[in-house]
């Protein structure tokens, strides 16, 4: 498998891991009401946001995906691995010829998450159409997805503010990073956090590799917006 920059039983990061917990929890239940008003339930559909290639911006997301990994036996372990490895190879040849691709993550399992709960936080809110207020500029509204739109556009419109959610994950973010000495960013989509390789060196600092691998996937490209933009 993989090798996360950290212990992952260090007790410095199981406290991190419980403040994320809270936070998807009051995720999970603010998403639950908005579902509910609006009376949408994802059964699965064409689209499957399994197959969006969504690409996630926390170090604590990507140490919350390996935490997970660690609780699977060592078959389903490589696995999945065979399958993330696949995922991005196969998305690495449809951006050398600039074509857009739609692969099913590694982590769906006969249409279930494997990780259901340790499941970042994009693929917690997404579905329902939301708002979200970056520092300086005008609200943003989103739209659902495909089925969302199709099934409840006759509904009466509920605000579901995004926003508390990005700054609650950039606070987390910055404190984790101080606290086992991190650097950079992360831009990755979920293939890409089971088959990365980093590696912590003997005295503790990240090596030239590993600061290069921060680079690679986080520091360039364009987003339309990621927990950097609420960074503290």
């Known amino acids: 498998m993989t090798h996360p920059p950290v212990n992952l039983d260090d007790p410095i990061l199981t406290a991190f891991f419980d403040r994320l917990q809270c936070i998807f929890a009051v995720m999970d239940r603010q998403y639950a009401e908005a579902a509910k008003h609006y009376g949408f339930h994802c059964n699965g559909c064409e689209e499957n946001c399994c197959r969006t290639r969504f690409h996630h911006h926390t170090y604590l ?3 919350y995906i390996h935490a997970g990994l660690n609780k699977l036996g060592p078959q389903r372990q490589r696995e999945i691995q065979s399958k993330a490895t696949v995922v991005c190879r196969e998305t690495a040849k449809a951006d050398e010829k600039a074509m857009s691709v ?6 769906n399992s006969d249409g279930r998450c494997t990780l259901y709960t340790y499941r970042p936080m994009i693929c917690r ?3 329902i159409s939301h708002e979200l207020r970056k520092p300086g500029q005008n609200i943003i509204r989103g739209p659902g997805c495909g089925m969302f739109d199709q099934r409840c556009s006759d509904k009466s419109y509920l605000k579901f503010d995004r926003t508390p959610f990005y700054f609650e994950m950039a606070k987390l973010e910055s404190e984790l990073k101080q606290a086992v000495g991190l650097s950079g960013r992360v831009k990755m989509t979920i293939a890409e956090m089971i088959v990365s390789r980093l590696q912590r060196s003997d005295d503790g600092g990240q090596k030239a590799e590993d600061r290069e691998w921060g680079r ?3 520091e360039g490209g364009m987003r339309k917006y990621s927990i950097s933009d609420f960074k503290f």
Not at 102 to 107: E, K, S
């Open 61 to 63: 997301e990507y140490l």
């Open 102 to 107: 739609r692969l099913m993550c590694p982590l």
């Open 125 to 127: 809110l997404h579905g």
């Open 216 to 218: 690679r996937n986080g």
